[in-house]
Structure formats: structure tokens, C-alpha cells
């Protein structure tokens, strides 16, 4: 019998081996700015891959700076896309790395960020469509991150629109697709149904001090997983935060967890 490098890769991505993922992109660095002080950087990464969260997501440098015991069970996901906030256009993403990056690094997968309805979609389009040659010949999973975002775009949360952008990455060779939440969460059972690859959702309810309410009714509508960055680095107790939103992405019934989660005391953000 042999054996499917993307298949064991998959695998690893699913601490539990329920085929759902709890994945913490910490590529904002790039985008925005540092996600933390040199001196927490390694508790920081102790802490989310500690409680429970599946995969990091960093960018090919700061993966060289990982201490391999730090990681521990949690896999890795190698980012291969950039701008900054201070760009001309921001949506215009570009590929930074690649696939034979990622696989020296020991990466699990790697990821794609692609905008579509920005000015830049047919290169994004065709990006991700090279990455996905790539890691097909390697047998390394991809996750497409994939937004409706640009001039052309009236509304990024419309759920025709939404589904759209996830068939997209299946239809390009994406193994995982991450996008945004409907503007009502509970329409996103119908972007999950529409899609033959498994979906995540990206971040939370910016304004929710507790992320985990919202989380359980996701994945309750069928969603794979979920990808919450800023939401944990920014927390007051990350380790809290992540081992909640794992608690829920692995629950075995996320319906009857959201009626019975209890919330948040103070200090435990």
C-alpha cells in the first residue's frame, strides 16, 4: 500500500483526527505590524500550540525562529502571500515564497491569500493556481485564504459572493478554503453546502470580548474549522482563548455547546 504525503500532511492538521482545524495565522506582522515583543514571541507560541490550537500560520522567516520543541503537536502552515497596510492598494497580494520554502521549514501546508474583485485578481487568480501545480507534485496541502474584497466589490459578506470565492479555490486545486463570515452567521450554512472542499472561517466578531458564543454556532453550520489570529494575540490570556475556540472547533456536538458555554470571568479574555 502506498502512502499519500497530502493525505498524513492532512492529518497532522487535525490534532484529534476529526478533520476539523483550529488554526492561528500569525502573518499579521507583514500586513500590519509586530504581534508581539521579541521577549513573548516564544510564549506566545508555547501558549497557542499548547492549548490546543491545530496549526500556526507564519510567514517563511519567522518560521526559522520557531524552537521545534515549541510547536510540540501543532503543525505548520507556511504563508506564501504579502502587502502591508501602507501599500497603494492593499488588496494587491503577491507571492513572497514557495512551495520548496515551505517544505525546508518542515511545513504541514502552506497558504495563499487571494482577493477577488481587487485589481489584481487575475494575477492572485493565477498564483494560486501555480502554488496549487506545487503542491499537488509535493503532496503538501493548501489552504487558499479567499475574500471577496475590492473596487468591484459592493458587499464582502453577500453569501452568493461568498460561495463564489470558496468554489474558487476549490475549482483552482485549494484543499482548504478560509473566507469571511456572512453578514448573518447563520447563512453560512449555505456557503459550506455550496463548497466540496472544506471551509473555515476567518476570525470573529471584532467586538465580542468572548469569541467562543459565536465560534460553536459556526461550526454548528457545518464549517471545518476556524482561523482566529488577532482575536488570540490580542487577548489578555491567549492560552485561555485558544483552548475555548478548541474546546469548540472538536466538540462533538457544536449545537448543544453553544447553548451551554459559560462565559468569559474577568481576566480570562
Not at 483552548?243 to 480570562?268: F, M
Amino acid at each position: 500500500m502506498t502512502v499519500d504525503g497530502k493525505a498524513l500532511r492532512m492529518r497532522r492538521l487535525s490534532r484529534t483526527g476529526d478533520g476539523k482545524h483550529l488554526f492561528v495565522p500569525l502573518d499579521h506582522s507583514v500586513s500590519d505590524g509586530p504581534v508581539s515583543d521579541r521577549s513573548g514571541w516564544d510564549s506566545l507560541v508555547r501558549a497557542i500550540a499548547g492549548c490546543g490550537a491545530d496549526a500556526l500560520v507564519l510567514h517563511k522567516g519567522r518560521a526559522r525562529t520557531l524552537l521545534p520543541a515549541a510547536l510540540g503537536d501543532c503543525g505548520l502552515v507556511v504563508h506564501l502571500s504579502a502587502s502591508t497596510a501602507h501599500a497603494a492598494d492593499t488588496d494587491a497580494k503577491v507571492l513572497v515564497g514557495d512551495v520548496d520554502d515551505a517544505l525546508r521549514l518542515g511545513a504541514d501546508a502552506v497558504s495563499v491569500h487571494v482577493n477577488v474583485g481587487s485589481a489584481t485578481e487575475s494575477r492572485q487568480l493565477a498564483d494560486l493556481g501555480l502554488v496549487a501545480g506545487a503542491c499537488q507534485r509535493w503532496g503538501i496541502p493548501l489552504l487558499a485564504m479567499i475574500y471577496p474584497r475590492g473596487p468591484r466589490i459592493a458587499d464582502p459578506r453577500d453569501v452568493t459572493l461568498l460561495s463564489h470565492a470558496v468554489n474558487i479555490a476549490a475549482d483552482l486545486g485549494a484543499d482548504l478554503v478560509k473566507t469571511a463570515v456572512p453578514a448573518d452567521p447563520a447563512r453560512m450554512a449555505e456557503v459550506v453546502e455550496s463548497c466540496p472542499i472544506p471551509v473555515l472561517c476567518a476570525g470573529g466578531p471584532p467586538d465580542a470580548r468572548d469569541p467562543a458564543p459565536a465560534a460553536a454556532a459556526l461550526m454548528a453550520a457545518g464549517c471545518a474549522g476556524l482561523a482566529v489570529g488577532r482575536r488570540i494575540f490580542t487577548a489578555e490570556n491567549p492560552a485561555v482563548t485558544v483552548a475555548r475556540l478548541a474546546a469548540v472547533v472538536h466538540a462533538a456536538d457544536p449545537r448543544s455547546l453553544s447553548e451551554s458555554l459559560t462565559p468569559l470571568t474577568t481576566g480570562a479574555a
